[in-house]
């Protein structure tokens, strides 16, 4: 009974053609597809104004965005806000990244900012 000893995945792994783990993969990415919600005018409203006021204050900042089903998190200083492309161009430790306006759902500012 000790020489039979189950390899778990890896006896399936060998067994699976490259269509069947792509298939696979779109299969989990559709799994963990994210609906965009619909901002009211208020939200809008206020977004906009927690933007300026970061802005103008150079303090840091929480950016919570949607993009292709993804929800992601940025976080770093608001360097400008550029009204030709509808970009703002965000600061962190790691670089400067473009964040269209289009696909920001949610802007806060950090708690020390709030005191300020």
Not at 94 to 112: C, K, N, P, Q, Y
Request: charge should be negative; charged fraction near 35%.
């Amino acid at each position: 009974m000790e020489r039979n000893r189950d390899r778990g995945k890896l006896k399936w792994t060998s067994l699976m053609l490259p269509e069947h783990l792509e298939r696979l993969r779109d299969w989990q990415r559709e799994d963990h597809y994210i609906e965009r919600l619909e901002l009211t005018d208020w939200e809008l409203q206020t977004m906009q104004e927690t933007l300026e006021v970061a802005w103008r204050r150079r303090c840091e900042t929480w950016i919570k965005t949607w993009h292709d089903g993804e929800v992601r998190f940025h976080q770093g200083v608001i360097e400008a806000l550029d009204l030709q492309t509808m970009t703002i161009v965000l600061r962190d430790p790691f670089g400067t990244e473009r964040i269209h306006v289009a696909d920001v759902m949610d802007v806060r500012l950090s708690r020390e900012a709030d005191g300020l």
